[in-house]
Structures are given as C-alpha cells and as structure tokens.
C-alpha cells in the first residue's frame, strides 16, 4: 500500500494523529494532578481553592476538548485514505487483463469480490484505524500513567502471620494483575468469535449474492413462475445467515459475562487497594483519588484487550477475507502454470494462427486436443460444432481470457481486435458511454456516434444518448447486441471476433449487421461461433470442432463453391426467402 509514494498520506496523518494523542496525554496527566488539588480543596472546605481549581480545569477541558476534536477529524480522514488506498490495491489486482474472468475459478477464496471490495474493505479500514489508534493511545495512557500510580502508591507494607511484607509499586502490580486475570478470561472465552464472524460475512455474502441474482433473471423467474422455488432457495440463505448470527451472538454473549464483569468490578478494585494508605493516614482524601484517577487510567490501558475484543474479533476476520482475495489473485499466476498455459504471443505477420493448441477444463482435462490452423487478414472463418465442443472456450482462448492447456495462438495486434460475447456487456451510464466502450464518451464525435447508431437500426434512441439508465435492462437483447455492432463500426477493428453475436437478430438484422462487412468495414477479418441460417454463405471459410475420444479436434470443413459473388449470393437468397414471407398487401 506504500508502494510509489501513494501511502504518503495515510502516514502523514498518522504523525498528526500520534502528536494529538501526546498533547492529550499531557492533559491527561495535569487533569490527574488537578483531580487531587480539587479534592484536597473540598477536604479543606477552602472555597478560594475550589473556585480557582474550577477556572483550572475549565482551561485544561477546553484544552482536552479541542485535541479531543481534531483526533477524531483526522482519525476519519484517515479511515478515507486508508479505504481509499486499500480498494485500488485490490482493484489494481482484481482487473489485472482477463483476472476477474479467471478469479473465479479459483474456489472459496475469490468468491463475492463486491462483498470483499465493497465491505470488507470499509471494516478493515475503519476497525484498523480504531483499533490502531485505540492502542497506541493506550500505550501512552499507560507510559504516562504508570510512573505516577508507581510514585504515588509507594511502598506498601502487609503483616502476613508476624511477618512484614512490603510492595513498592504496590497498586501498579495490583492493576496489571487485575488486567491480566481479565484478559487471559476474555481470551479463553472469545476466541472462537474470530471464526464465527468469519463465517457469518460468508453467508452474509452469499445471501446478498443470491437476492441479486435473482433481481438481475426476474422476469425469467416470472415467465417460469419461479418465485415459490426462489423463495424457498432465499429461504435456506436467510436460514444459514441466521444459524451463523445465533451462533454468534451465542459467543458474545458469553463474553459479556467477562467484559462487563470486569467493568464493574473494576470501579471498587482500585478504592480498596488503595483503601490501606488512606486509612492508615499515608494518603490524603485527595491524594487516595489522584491514586484512584490514575489506576484507572492505567486501567484503562491494560483492559483495551478486554473492552475490544468483539471487535478485534470483527478486524480479524475483515482481514482474513481481505488477504485470502488478495492472495487468490497473487496465486492465480502459479495455479495456472501448474496447470498449464495457452502461449499467447504477437504474429510477425499480423494474422492468427494456432499452433499445436490444446485447451484443457480448469481441471487439466482436455477440451480441445493439438487444434492447428492459420487465418490471414480479409478472411470471415465460420466456427462450428456440436453443443459442448468447446467452440466458446476457443474464443476466449484467442482473447486470453482461458489460459489453461498448451501450444502457441499467434494473434494479431490487440488494438486492431475486438470480441462480441453473445450478450453485450453495457457499462453502467449514458448510451453515448456504452456505444463507446471501452474508450470515453469524448473519444468520437456526435455526428459518428448518432451515425452508427441510425446505420444499426437504432435510430429511436438518437434523443437518449445522454441519457443515464440501465441499459442493459432498457435494451433487449436484440437491441443490445445492434449496440455491439454501432460499436464496432465506431472503433473499426480490423479483426473482429464474434461468439454468436447474431443469436437474437431476425435475418434481416441480421443480414444489416454482416452487411457492415461488406460497407463500412470492407477487409476487416471475421472469425464467427454461430448456427443461425445465413451465416455459412457469409463466411469464405468454415472450420469443424468434432468431439473424439481423446478430445475435441478442430479440423476444415468443405463447401460448396458457389458462382457470382458470395456476398450477392447470400444477400440474395435472404431476399428471396423474405419475400416469400411478406404479405402481398404490405
């Protein structure tokens, strides 16, 4: 989190933050010093010392109050910065190119990153610098306070069956033994609350997971008439949420027990330790309470462990769930060499070629076996196969996102390509920012963009370009991938990779959308993962992925050659058929 200079902030308000606490202690110690003058004024029945004890201690709270005031404004700037910083480590790590695809095939540990962005990252930030600032100002309270309770108790003196014994130091060991029993208790009995709060935020998440879910596939669950099994599936959620909570609560109620025992105990323990020198004559009425004050700070020192604990316990598991994520990520290198890796690299002519490629499951069982073909620039390549045959896994081989298996896939450069997923993903915002994705808005003009809009059959929505909504929910999934399409002929790639990218188009979108191919991106490459009718007479080539006992294997697939210009062909062939259908009066 250092790294670069960027924990500079954090650490310059950790210095303010350690300078404020010095000056409070300092007050902490004249209050103490004023506890007994005061005291000692109410013994005398001196009101000139009262009154003048009452300025006094006005001056010190107003002293108290203001360090008191800027500690907390810099304790919650620096729980910002440290949030701040620690999301873009994580983020930094979490949208590494193609990581927050493959994270999650990395089991438990990456499971719910909103809730461990999102979440954990607002309890780690806020329990660290709580707690941090808590003990250090304990440590303080206990160095400053130590050495007066030491002065001040002196040596006392027991007569243990005619035998002297004397304690210097006497209530100092008094308060560290108190604050040792309680917190070796507190220990013994809280222990287990680190693992259930760690499991409590688990299937915090994986309710909050589900309810989402079954927000974003509404109106599937509607059209199903799903919401009884919805129900009952949540239900089992709300339940394991429960059980973890009772289970939790069960622990901190036991701990209660220790806690607050001990607070309550703790408001005699120091008047009776302290009780020998008073009556002996040794000490003062106001001397016993400045005795007392300072007990109780270091006290209050000693017993942080105890009064915090439920807490530590929270930190601790915001940690755990933190560094497991951030870990998972660091380890997503090594599992996948283990497993082995697709090599990626540039090829020297600018085509894609694959060269003895084999794709294998996360697992490391094979999906497609020693796949070898080249495609040049200007060719559209048809990729077909049966269900299940790894024609998807493919895709995705070639954009890097699966790196699991072996053999070399030679691409072309990145910024000439661009991939079509079945479903488009639209980024939260306008419909201007979702046709330019993934440059900004301000990347291409108004005129360009309300162009491909309108060429893609858009044209109604030229009045909402800047208009926020969720698009991916405002759009069918028709419209979106139209959406797509308006994007690619906004970037104008030169290789364009499509995974059925067509599937919710009628033919004569479709046969809009391709004719981009032919017009506006005349030459760009084309490689397709689709079944719908007309894409083979789109395509000049078709390669076969056929499931074999060994493996999928990805071998050419013959054609018919056709006279007259394959675009005419099968642009005129959809014409033929559509006016075949259209009713004779339209």
């Known amino acids: 989190m250092f790294r670069n200079r960027k924990g500079w902030p954090m650490l310059r308000l950790a210095i303010a ?113 709580e707690l941090g600032v808590g003990m250090l100002q304990a440590f303080l309270l206990l160095v400053s306070f130590i050495g007066v309770l030491w002065a001040l108790s002196g040596t006392t003196t027991f007569v243990i069956s005619g035998n002297e014994i004397s304690i210097p130091g006497y209530m100092v060991w008094v308060a560290i033994g108190y604050a040792g029993i309680g917190s070796g208790l507190t220990w013994l009995v809280g222990r287990p609350l680190i693992r259930l709060n760690t499991l409590r935020y688990a299937r915090e998440a994986d309710l909050r997971f589900a309810l989402v879910r079954v927000n974003e596939s509404s109106e599937s669950v509607s059209l199903y008439n799903g919401e009884n099994d919805e129900r009952r599936s949540l239900d089992e959620f709300v339940e394991a949420v429960l059980k973890a909570t009772r289970r939790l609560s069960g622990a901190l109620a036991r701990l209660t027990w220790i806690t607050s025992g001990y607070g309550w105990v703790a408001i005699v323990v120091p ?64 599992v996948t060499a283990q497993n082995g890796k697709i090599d990626i690299q540039p090829h020297p002519k600018g085509w894609l070629s694959f060269e003895g490629v084999s794709i294998a499951l996360s697992d490391g069982s094979i999906l497609i076996e020693d796949a070898t073909a080249e495609i040049q620039p200007g060719e559209r390549v048809l990729i077909m196969g049966e269900s299940g045959a790894g024609k998807s896994t493919l895709f995705r081989a070639i954009s890097g996102l699966w790196p699991w298996g072996s053999g070399t896939i030679r691409i072309p450069p990145g910024n000439e390509m661009m991939f079509l997923p079945q479903r488009p993903y639209l980024p939260l915002g306008t419909l201007r920012a979702a046709l330019s994705y993934p440059a900004s808005p301000e990347t291409f003009g108004d005129a360009d963009i309300r162009g491909a809009l309108e060429r893609c059959g858009l044209g109604e929505f030229l009045d909402m370009l800047d ?51 032919d017009e506006e991106l005349k030459g760009a490459t084309v490689m397709s993962i689709g079944h719908r009718p007309g894409l083979e007479e789109f395509h000049t080539r078709t390669l076969h992925i056929r499931k074999t006992e060994e493996g999928a294997i990805l071998l050419p697939k013959p054609r018919l050659h056709r006279a007259g210009h394959p675009r005419k062909k099968w642009l005129g062939g959809f014409r033929r058929r559509f006016r075949k259908l259209k009713p004779e009066n339209a």
């Not at 907390?72 to 949030?83: F, G, N, V, Y």
């Not at 017993?303 to 560094?323: G, M, Q």
């Not at 759009?475 to 599937?503: I, Y």
């Open 467 to 517: 208009k926020h909504e969720r698009w991916d929910k405002t759009l069918s999934l028709g419209q979106q991938q139209r959406v797509a399409f308006a994007r690619v002929l906004l970037h104008k790639p030169r290789w364009v990779f499509m995974d059925e990218a067509t599937s919710a188009l009628d033919e004569e979108n479709q046969a809009s959308m391709l004719s981009l191919f």
């Open 271 to 334: 008047i009776i330790a302290a009780a020998p020198g008073y009556f002996s004559g040794r000490l003062s009425f106001g001397g016993m309470m400045m005795v007392v004050g300072a007990f109780n700070q270091v006290q209050a020192a000693l017993r942080y462990f105890v009064d915090n604990f439920p807490k530590i316990a929270d930190w601790r598991s915001a940690v755990l769930r933190v560094a497991t994520f951030r870990q998972a990520a660091i380890d997503l290198e090594e």
């Open 17 to 129: 933050i350690v300078v404020v606490l010095i000056g409070n202690m300092i007050g902490q110690v004249r209050l103490n010093q004023w506890n007994g003058a005061f005291f000692d004024a109410v013994e005398k029945r001196d009101a000139s010392a009262f009154f003048h004890q009452l300025l006094v201690f006005l001056v010190i709270v107003a002293a108290l109050l203001a360090l008191v005031v800027g500690q907390t404004w810099l304790q919650e700037r620096l729980k910002i910065r440290l949030r701040q910083r620690l999301t873009q480590v994580l983020l930094d790590l979490w949208l590494k190119p193609n990581r927050a695809y493959q994270l999650g095939f990395m089991g438990e540990a990456s499971r719910q990153p909103d809730q461990r962005l999102q979440e954990d990252c607002r309890l780690f930030s806020e329990l660290s610098t």
